[in-house]
Each structure stands twice: as C-alpha cells, then as structure tokens.
C-alpha cells in the first residue's frame, strides 16, 4: 500500500478485527472468597505462583458506579448493564467503562463461567454522559485489595466497601475478600478455562474458586 | 513492547509520559491506556474553502494542492475524519443524539459527543466503543445515511499541518474543509493571529476574523483533540443541511 493511500476508516478496521477474531470481548471467570484471618496466607501463596511480584504485589484502589439501561421497546426484558470504575489511588488514570453481557449458560461442563464483556478506556465527562444517555444508577461500591498476573490470567484478591456519605472511612459489606480469577480473551479460546481450572486447583484449599450462578444470588434479599 | 499506539502521540508506546500510564493501567485492566493530553498538544483552525459555481470540489483540491506544494510543503499522506449519528429511541423521552466521531490523527480513540438539548457532552475513548454502540441498537438506532466524513491528502510545512479535506455524505460531494494546525503551541489565544495570517496566505481574504465560534469562549484554555473534534461536528452539522455539489 502506497503512503499517500487514503487511510481505513474505524468502521472497516473494527469489522476486521472481529472477523479475524482478534478483539478480547468474552471473559471467562472464577470467584471465591476467603476469611480476613486468613488472607495473608493465600496472598503469600498468590506472591509464589505469580509474575508481577518483583515489588510487591500490586494495590489497587478503585470505585466503581453500575448503571442501567432498560429496553425501550420490551421492559421486561433484562436491562443492559454498565460498569464505570476509576481509580482512587491515581485520580489522572482513565476511567474503565466496561459492559458485561449475562453469562452463557450453554454447556454446563464449563470449567469457568463465560461471557460477554468490554472494557473500554474513557476519558471526559462519562458519569453525566451515561445520565443523558439515559442510564440509571444502581448501586456503587468501592473495592480494595490486591492484584497478581499469571500469564494471562489476572488474579484479584479485594475487600468490598460500601461508599461513605461523609468523612468517615468506609465500612466493609463482610468480614472477608473477594477472590476473582479471570481471563479477557477473544471468542472461542475454550482451552483457557482448563488452564485457569488448573491454576485454581493450586489454590486449594486456602480458596475454592468456582462458577457461581448468579440467578440463585439474584433471589437473596438485600440489605 | 507493545504495537498499539497513544492517541495523543500517536506514536508507538515508547515515550516516557506513554509508557508510564500503560504499563500501570495495563497490568490493573488488561486493556487499551487512553490518557488525556500531554504538554505537546497542537492547535487547530478549520475553514470552508468556498466552491465557485463554475468549479467543481475536485479542482479546487488541486488548486489548493498546487498552492501550498509551491509554498514548500510536502505531503505526507492522507487523513480522515468521520462521524456517524444516533438518534434516541422515541418512547426514551426527549430526543438525543450521540455523534460518534473518529480522526486519523488519534487512530486509537473514538470521539463520542451526546446533544441533549443545549448541552453537549463528550467522551474520548478507545476503539472498542464503537462496539459498545452496536449494542446500544435498541436505545439508539444510527442514521446510516448521514454518515459524512472529510478526507484528502495531508502537507507539513514547517510547524504547520495543513488538510484539503474534500466532504461527502453518502457518496454525494458536499464541500471543501481546510484544517490547519500550528503544532508549538497548545493555546489559542497566543496563536490565532499567526494562524490568520497563513491561512490568508493560502487562501486570500476570505479567512473570517473572529476565531471558529467553537474556541471563542476556550481561547485561554489548552487546546486539546477534542477541540478539532467539535469544530469538524460544527461544519458537518451544517454540512447535512446543505444539498450536494459536483465533484468533477
């Protein structure tokens, strides 16, 4: 191609890029939890079995705001759902805006939960932009822990906060953190789910990271 | 190291201000980095060179062509700037329009501005929200047949950039736009009477005097990307408007 050619539109490059199958848009998934008391063994565990560790393990410091968005033409349907996360800790990051499609129920022998999700970097005025938009604020926390790399795989180890109204520091939902093993692959990458089954099987017993089905969570009351 | 590019250098990721911001947000999300704006910004004007009735979009191209080459400029490639609009579903109240625009300049963000009445709102994001758009379908349907874009060859010529951009929406010729951008310096303010003045060498005395209405109020401001995003929006708007012209 010349280098005075005129340069492929966004559109055309995107539809390329899905036909090639290169674009990261399925996250395969698995969650656990573990006691406060017990934490520090399996962080001291996660520091064994992970890459980025030189320095420490890393922190991370996040709020994250869900939104949505329901169907206009079929309000009983499900409402499309959107996640915008920013960093506490490094407020001149971009924000992640991140949709996540509901899980693909299809074979139930998967070793991980499956699905859709985008994670897209922004910058600028996204909270009001989603207001105008038309989403609705569902609920916001903020999230605090630790985060590993393995490969691929990224290994979250958090404890859940609800947000304060005022100065007072925020308060944990539990007495425990939050363990989530996922990958951010393009489709059809099914292998991924027996290695992250095989990483998590190293884990046990400090933490079992499994499926969860999210339609049993959605009967449980909340307070 | 990585072959994506930052949308403001556009260069791979190899600065220090860059490579910085993407190994952290990289190793947190996995995904693209898109930082705001470093000290390096660059300044723009965007002109409607008028077509003579006699005339057609093509020859002005070349005469434009003709003009700035014997100024000295050599072209280096070409550009393109798009937009494509989404109009809210009636039954979501109030009408509102996401124009998703995208630069050749920046080919890791897609501009995204959301007309809700007098306001306008906008966010910089990376290439996966034009994705996230397909699946906002049932919410927002796109107009397909006012999708317009500017596109032609691109000149440097000492600190300045110049693009012929010749318009067209759904292959029917519209007009002429000329961006000039005086890369040193990021406020526009300090630059505009300088920007005036090539532009008035190039193109003669129809350079208007006041500044594009976009900056008017912004003329203090850091000029950033987005700046050159909402004057492109400014002439398509009015660009949709207008009836086609000839293009040879």
Redesign the interface.
Known sequence: MS?????I???D??SQALKANI???QEYLLQGSVLDSAVEVLLHRLRGLCD?VDAGP?T?DDQEVCFS?R???HHQAPP?MLRVRK?LD?R???F??R?IGQPDLGDKNRPTVVRSS?????????I??LN???CRIEFEYSVKGY?F?KGRM?ITVAKVFKISQNSMPPEPISQSYLVELSV?APQGQDAIGEDMRAFADQLRPLVQLDKIDYKRLGHMSVS | MSDRSCYVCVKHLGCHFCSRLWDRRERASGGFALHTRTANSIRYSLQQYPVPENKTGTYVVELLTKRILALGATQQGQFLVDCESYLSHPLMGTTKTVHILHNSEQPASVFSILESGTKNIHVIADGLFDLLMMKLSQHYTSKKQTKIESKGPRFELGDFCVKLGSVTMNQNFKGILIEVEYRPCVMANAVWGLLREFLQGLLGPTVPVQPPQHLISRMNEIYTPIDTIYQYLEHFSAYRKTTGMRTT
């Open positions: 280098a005075n050619a005129a340069p539109t966004a559109t490059s995107l674009i990261p848009n980025n890393e991370f968005l169907d206009p033409n499309l960093a490094a001149d990051m971009p992640q805006l949709y985008l994670d897209i970097a922004c910058s600028g005025m996204l009001e932009f105008e938009l038309g985060m790399r990224k951010l």
